[in-house]
């Protein structure tokens, strides 16, 4: 891959990703619907996850943050994180967490179109 051979500690390099089809082996009734790309960044150990989905359902940024903040305090607590502080990568170096979810980054168009930023 060329992109990732050029500059790689000065720039961002778009380029594939196995997390989608990781995501389909745990969860397979997301197999065929869920696709992904990954941004390497010159950033130590973090990376970031950008999810947006059509819900079948409306919902507001509120809807959508309290079921992750009731998720991360319930039956994902210890592997699920909320998070409503203004952070950035470097703050999330040596989280144990699998993901960090970034509620001020939430955003809901249309009233089904969600967008979801994790760490």
């Not at 000065?10 to 065929?32: C, D, F, H, N, R």
């Not at 305090?73 to 592997?79: A, C, I, T």
């Amino acid at each position: 891959d060329l992109r990732r051979a050029r500059a790689a500690a000065e720039s961002m390099i778009p380029t594939t990703t196995g997390a989608a089809k990781a995501v389909s082996l745990v969860l397979p009734q997301l197999k065929g619907k869920l696709n992904g790309m990954a941004v390497r960044v010159p950033t130590p150990t973090v990376s970031m996850t950008d999810l947006v989905c059509e819900l079948e359902k409306t919902a507001t940024a509120e809807d959508i943050n309290a079921a992750f903040k009731n998720a991360a305090e319930g039956e994902l607590k210890g592997v699920l994180e909320y998070s409503e502080e203004p952070l950035v990568s470097i703050d999330y170096r040596g989280n144990e967490h699998s993901s960090i979810v970034d509620g001020l980054s939430t955003m809901v168009i249309e009233g089904n179109l969600v967008k979801v930023v994790s760490w």
